[in-house]
């Protein structure tokens, strides 16, 4: 057995390790329709040991910036960085970034190769890099990290005959085995039990603990970003509308948007507040404040009384910078 490394704590350095700098992906529209602005302006900072949760209702852009942190996805406009220097799209430079900079997905997504045994599964990311070291001892220190221990007993096991747990831990294994720096981890609990779920974040937490690791997760769970996360940012079509310590922003949410998705949380205090208008759609972005259309303090009459219902439908209230301080992208708030 592996005695589990004792746990210490890693506090957040202040410079960022991974930046997007007013990134945008815009994907062009089909039969002469607008292009769709999946990001549009984003700007977003995440620092050594830091849990980043980026939240926000389907089709916002989670995905898209995730991807574009990720170098999968060229930036039409904007730039990411990576340990102060810009990414490049080809070559050899992005080769090594894809092994600081790893991908989680969940497991069901088909990560995992059925007909691959957990050994090859995990070995895959060696043989891709050209990994000239002791493959074995990398693969058994990997899955015993995911917490699959002894490591050995899994090695030719396939995906079928683990738990979806398992199969979880294995692919986070998979990214492990490359010593990254950052995960960027999309929906990565989104089909698991609860209890299941507890135990895979709880994983998330120890990694950053003892490795010092900083991770993106993507998630429209608040829930779960409340469990794991340092820091939120939360997303609505394209653009990161409100930011800050998790605590802060989820304890105390300032955007009418972040209210609104709180307020239907089962534990939720009030009336939960249903959105009306239509729902985003990202080749047709409102003009003044992108959210202006559904927004329940604009249609209350409150932004009126507080004098800048004609700034919430004229004014873009401008892209937050990413810095990690709390901060929220609203005319009424801002006001107040
Ligand atoms: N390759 C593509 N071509 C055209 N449009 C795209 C493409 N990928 C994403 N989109 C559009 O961009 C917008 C953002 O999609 P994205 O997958 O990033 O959202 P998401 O927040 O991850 O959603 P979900 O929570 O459902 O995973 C959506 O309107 C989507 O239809
Ligand atoms: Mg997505």
Redesign the pocket.
């Known amino acids: 057995m592996i005695p589990t490394p004792p746990i210490a704590s890693v506090t957040p350095t202040t410079t960022a390790l991974l930046s997007a700098h007013r990134v945008h992906?815009a994907?062009?529209g089909?039969h002469g329709a607008s292009d769709?602005r999946?990001?549009d302006g984003v700007d977003l900072d995440i620092r050594r040991g830091e849990i980043v949760a980026l939240v926000?209702?389907?089709?916002?852009?989670?995905?898209?910036?995730?991807?574009t942190l990720l170098g999968l996805?060229t930036p039409t406009d904007g730039r990411v960085t990576f340990d102060g220097r810009p990414l490049e799209y080809s070559g050899h430079s992005l080769k090594a970034y894809r092994k600081r900079v790893q991908l989680v997905l969940q497991d069901p997504s088909g990560s995992l190769n059925p007909r691959h045994t957990v050994y090859d599964a995990v070995a895959e990311g060696l043989r891709i890099h050209g990994h000239r070291g002791d493959e074995q001892a990398a693969v058994a220190g990997a899955l015993s990290r995911a917490g699959l221990r002894p490591p050995e007993r899994f090695f030719l096991r396939y995906p079928h005959e683990l738990s979806g747990g398992q199969r979880q831990r294995v692919v986070i294994a998979g990214a492990l085995v490359l010593e990254p720096e950052l995960l960027v981890a999309?929906?990565p609990v989104a089909s698991l039990d609860a209890s299941v779920r507890g135990e895979i974040l709880a994983l998330l937490l120890r990694l950053r603990d003892e490795l010092g690791l900083s991770a993106l997760v993507?998630t429209?769970d608040l829930g779960l970003a409340w469990n794991i996360a340092d820091r939120v940012a939360v997303?609505y079509l394209?653009r990161i509308v409100e930011t800050g310590p998790v605590e802060q922003v989820l304890t105390a949410p300032r955007h009418p948007y972040t209210q609104a998705l709180l307020s239907v949380l089962p534990e939720a205090p009030g009336d939960p507040v249903v959105l009306t208008g239509e729902p985003?759609?990202?080749?047709r972005v409102p003009s003044g404040c992108r959210f202006h259309a559904r927004c329940q303090i604009l249609a209350g009459g409150e932004a009126e009384r507080a004098g800048v219902a004609e700034a919430c439908r004229t004014r873009d209230p401008g892209i937050l910078t990413g810095d990690g301080t709390a901060q929220v992208a609203c005319h009424w708030a801002a006001a107040r």
């Open positions: 992906v994907f062009p089909r769709a999946a990001v926000g209702e389907s089709g916002c852009g989670k995905t898209t910036l995730a991807r996805v999309d929906e993507v429209h997303m394209g985003p759609d990202p080749s």
